[in-house]
Each structure stands twice: as structure tokens, then as C-alpha cells.
């Protein structure tokens, strides 16, 4: 028959076991280790592993970490620290709630087993540590004994392993984090670091100065000979209005001038007869004069249905088929005559993006036809209002002439220019439209 191992030997091995556990354990790992292995050498419902200095509970059972506000631990706090003020509190004992206040004891049943055991954790500098054990039955001699042992291990370990948590002093700390900090620095330098204001608006290339053609007179258009962006001359003839109203206006008033001279001249046969007839002579001059000169305006007039360029360019206007048959008035703009090689470039910077631009700021404009290829222009002009674009976008029309090497755009391409203001902080570029909500918000 094999015979049984000796259960006291068994204790002590498992003492032995332990003791190893708690050196080899990492320091955040031990406060757990005492609480919950314990248990293998003896017994209890509840281990606790109160700081007394600190009075603070480091570990308990059955938890990872226990909430100090939870109703448990704002119990056993009082319940501990009145027990540290006893005699016995300096030694292993045994206590219950016969050693308490009555409020204290009041709640025990509640909270606690019957019994509860003391066992403090000396150290070579003064031990700060106290291990209390909860369990219903009361504790035997043999098992304080080897819980002694076991307190001194405990002890010693959590004073060994406090004494590795040296302090690092901050020249250590700032050495050893030393590339971070160099990082961190240069991005917050960067931050202040100044740089122009830069924004983006809509922009079209528009003539410069260009020769507006208008409406000679009420009328309606009746044809154009020109197309759009087509080169013109000087004296081409561009487009003409209706003449059927005015060539009737000139055939009645030819009609009439004609039947005045007539009169005038008969009249002036009879004076050689008739000297009193002489008087009505000068009305009747008078009469083939005005008819004379109203024909000659409708003349001129119909002169005028035909408009020619004055100038040499280019033809800047619309579709021709949204103008025929439409009736225009005198002094309405029908198309323009532009010089190619002297152009603009119109920007509409709406409201909300607006920053600080002064004449000669640079400006890239980006054409929808070749972005990779950004020209060079300089501010020229600058709206001091804003007025709604045909998008509804309440926004300035700055202009903006393109600097001299530049390849110039074709008339009317389009694009996105990028304007370049005044150099400011990158900090406050970054937080400007930030910046600028809060200020809509706050009191300030």
C-alpha cells in the first residue's frame, strides 16, 4: 500500500510555492497574487490587502480592482482603521465584530464571515501592508503559524519590489523621450510659423477694356454676320436690326417732301403773277425743309440697322440664336470687340472665404482645359461690395492681370485661381474659419 504524503508537508511545500510565486511575480501582478493564491495553503471566503499609510485598499479577492466609493468598501475603510489603532494590530490576530464600534459591527453580518484575521506584513524599513482574511470558522493555531511565515514573505517582497519602482527623475524622463519631444516641438514651431493666406474663387478670362457694341435704336435684330470668339476688322459689318418699320417711315416721309417741294414750287410761279402770294412763300419753304430733313434722319436711321466694328478683335457675345428676332433698345449691349493679347482674369471670391488681398498679390490660375499648367497673374482690382453670382452666391470681383512671359488663355476659358494674401501664422490660417463661427457665438 502506497502510503499517504504527510498533509504537513504538504503545507509546507505549498508554502514554499508560494513564497516563490510572490518573488517571481511582477509588481503590478503581486497585490493579485497575495489576495487570490493564498487560498491554496489554507481556507477563507475574503482576502483584502489594506495599505495603512495610505489608507487605501490595494487588492481583494475575487475582483481585478475594487471601486473605493462601492458600498464594500466605504464599510470595511472604518472597520480597518479602527482596528489598526488596536494593541493587538502590531501582531497576527484574530478579530471579529466584538472588537468593533456598534456602528461598525452593525453592518458586519452584511458585508463579512463571522471571522476575520489580521495579518500584517512586516518589512525591513517598517512595514506598511496588512493582509485581512474573512472566513466562517475560526482560525487555528497551526495555520497562524504558517501564515507568519508567509506575512514575512509577503512583506519583504512588496517592500523589494516598491524599492525597484525608482523614481525617474525628469532629465531621465525628457533623455529617454527625447526624439518625441524633438518632434513635438518642431510641429508646434511649425504652427507658428508664417505663411501667406491663401484661397480658392471661380475665375473666367475676360477682355480688357473691351469696345461694347450697343443697340444704335429701338428695333429688333434681324441678323448677325459674325460668329462667337470669330476675328473682325475694323468697318466688318457685325449684325443688322429690322428695317421694314423704318424703310416704311422713310417711304412716307420721301412721299411727303416730295408733295411739299411740289406745292413750293408752284407756288413760286404763281408769285411771278400774283404778288400777293408771296407772303405764303416762306411757310411753304419752311414745310420742304422739315419734310427735307425728317427723311434724311430716316435715312440715317437705316443706316444705322446696319452695325459694323470699330475696331479690329475678337467677337465676344453669345450664341447669335438667342438674339435674332429679339427687340432690343437703344443702348442695350449686344456683343463686344476684344483684343486678345490684352485680357483679364475675372475672380469671384465669395464672402465667407474672403481674406486679407492688397494690389499685387500674386495669383495661379488653374484652367479647366490644362490644370497641371498654373499661369502667374497680379491683383488689379478689387470690388469693395459683394453682389450675388449666377449661382446665388453673395461674393467680390476682384481682377487680376496676367504677368508678362505668361502664355496667355483663350477668352472666356474657365477655372479656379488661387489668391495668395498677407503671410499670418500657420496656428491662425489653420483655426480661421473656426475662429470665426466662434466669434458669431460667443460674447466676444
Known amino acids: 500500500m502506497t502510503e499517504l504524503p504527510d498533509p504537513r508537508l504538504i ?16 509588481a503590478a ?3 493579485y497574487v497575495i489576495v ?19 489608507n487605501t485598499i490595494n487588492a481583494a479577492s475575487g475582483v481585478v480592482s475594487l471601486e473605493k466609493n462601492s458600498p464594500y468598501a466605504l464599510w470595511l475603510l472604518p472597520v480597518l482603521k479602527h482596528f489598526s489603532n488596536d494593541i493587538r494590530a502590531d501582531n497576527i490576530a484574530e478579530f471579529s465584530a466584538k472588537d468593533l464600534a456598534e456602528e461598525l459591527a452593525h453592518d458586519w453580518p452584511s458585508w463579512a464571515p463571522e471571522y476575520a484575521l489580521w495579518l500584517p506584513l512586516p518589512a525591513p524599513s517598517g512595514g506598511t501592508y496588512v493582509l485581512v482574511l474573512f472566513r466562517e470558522t475560526s482560525w487555528h493555531e497551526a495555520e497562524l503559524h504558517l501564515l507568519a511565515y508567509l506575512g514575512e514573505a509577503y512583506g519583504y517582497t512588496l517592500a523589494l519590489s516598491e524599492a525597484n519602482q525608482t523614481k525617474v527623475s525628469w532629465q531621465t524622463h525628457v533623455k529617454g523621450h527625447r526624439r518625441g519631444f524633438i518632434v513635438g516641438g518642431l510641429l508646434l514651431a511649425a504652427t507658428f510659423f508664417p505663411i501667406h493666406q491663401s484661397v480658392l474663387a471661380e475665375a473666367e478670362v475676360v477682355p480688357h477694356q473691351p469696345n461694347l457694341v450697343r443697340a444704335p435704336l429701338e428695333g429688333v435684330v434681324e441678323n448677325f454676320y459674325v460668329l462667337p470668339n470669330e476675328s473682325v476688322s475694323a468697318g466688318q459689318k457685325l449684325f443688322s436690326l429690322d428695317k421694314a418699320q423704318l424703310q416704311s417711315r422713310l417711304n412716307v416721309a420721301e412721299e411727303t417732301r416730295d408733295i411739299a417741294q411740289t406745292e413750293y414750287l408752284q407756288m413760286t410761279q404763281q408769285a411771278l403773277l400774283d404778288p400777293t402770294v408771296k407772303a405764303k412763300l416762306a411757310g411753304l419753304k419752311s414745310k420742304w425743309d422739315q419734310q427735307n430733313s425728317e427723311a434724311d434722319y430716316v435715312h440715317t436711321l437705316l443706316e444705322r440697322c446696319e452695325v459694323v466694328a470699330n475696331q479690329s478683335g475678337v467677337a465676344v457675345f453669345d450664341d447669335p440664336n ?3 428676332g429679339r427687340p432690343v433698345t437703344q443702348g442695350e449691349k449686344i456683343l463686344a470687340i ?5 485680357i483679364d482674369l475675372e475672380i469671384r471670391l465669395p464672402m465667407d472665404d474672403l481674406i486679407e488681398l492688397q494690389a499685387g498679390d500674386l495669383v495661379q490660375f488653374f484652367s479647366n482645359v490644362s490644370p497641371h499648367q498654373p499661369l502667374q497673374a497680379k491683383l488689379t482690382y478689387f470690388s469693395y461690395r459683394t453682389s450675388p ?7 467680390y470681383r476682384l481682377k487680376a492681370e496676367f504677368t508678362e512671359g505668361s502664355e496667355l488663355p483663350r477668352l472666356g476659358y474657365h477655372g479656379i485661381a488661387k489668391l495668395y494674401g498677407t503671410r499670418r501664422p500657420f496656428l491662425l490660417w489653420l483655426l480661421r474659419k473656426p475662429l470665426r463661427t466662434a466669434r458669431l457665438w460667443l460674447p466676444w
Open 11 to 26: 503545507r509546507l511545500t505549498l508554502l514554499l510555492q508560494l513564497e516563490s510565486r510572490a518573488r517571481l511575480a511582477p
Open 389 to 395: 453670382t449666377p449661382a446665388d452666391v453673395m461674393a
Open 36 to 54: 487570490n493564491e493564498t487560498s491554496e495553503l489554507l481556507p477563507y471566503r475574503q482576502a483584502i490587502l489594506w495599505n495603512k499609510a495610505s
Open 322 to 324: 438667342d438674339w435674332l
Open 29 to 31: 501582478e503581486l497585490p
Open 338 to 342: 476684344a483684343n486678345p493679347q490684352t
